[in-house]
């Protein structure tokens, strides 16, 4: 079955940098599009990154020019790469995939149970 574990996460003061990664199995990774995404408290969950089986790469307006996913098929892993981090960065921050490239819509088939992010 398919599963996906994210880790990374962690305490970081603003300005500062953290790489959140996405181990994955259970499925054949590098035919998927997998994304980022992340909630804050009393928010909804919002998409932040994705990158479909070609490579091809979406943001979110809030994180272009500081965030960059990207993903190793031979290790099977997601990375997101988060750099000038700030306050409104906080959030639990989940990956996600799906066979169907489905950029930043929500509708992804397979979910991580998230890692915490805490800018501070």
């Known amino acids: 079955h398919v599963q996906l574990v994210e880790s990374g996460g962690g305490l970081v003061q603003p300005g500062g940098s953290l790489r959140l990664s996405c181990a994955a199995s259970?499925?054949?990774?590098?035919?998927?599009?997998m994304g980022w995404f992340r909630q804050a408290p009393g928010k909804e969950r919002e998409g932040v990154a994705a990158?479909?089986?070609?490579?091809?790469?979406s943001y979110a307006d809030s994180v272009k020019g500081r965030f960059t996913i990207s993903k190793d098929n031979a290790n099977h892993t997601l990375y997101l790469q988060m750099n000038s981090l700030k306050p409104e960065d906080t959030a639990t921050y989940y990956c996600?995939?799906?066979?169907?490239?489905?950029?930043?819509?929500?509708?992804?088939?397979?979910w991580g149970k998230g890692t915490q992010v805490t800018v501070s």
């Open positions: 996600a995939a799906d066979i169907r490239p489905l950029g930043l819509r929500q509708t992804y088939g397979y």
């Open positions: 259970g499925y054949a990774y590098s035919r998927y599009c």
């Open positions: 990158i479909d089986s070609d490579g091809s790469t």
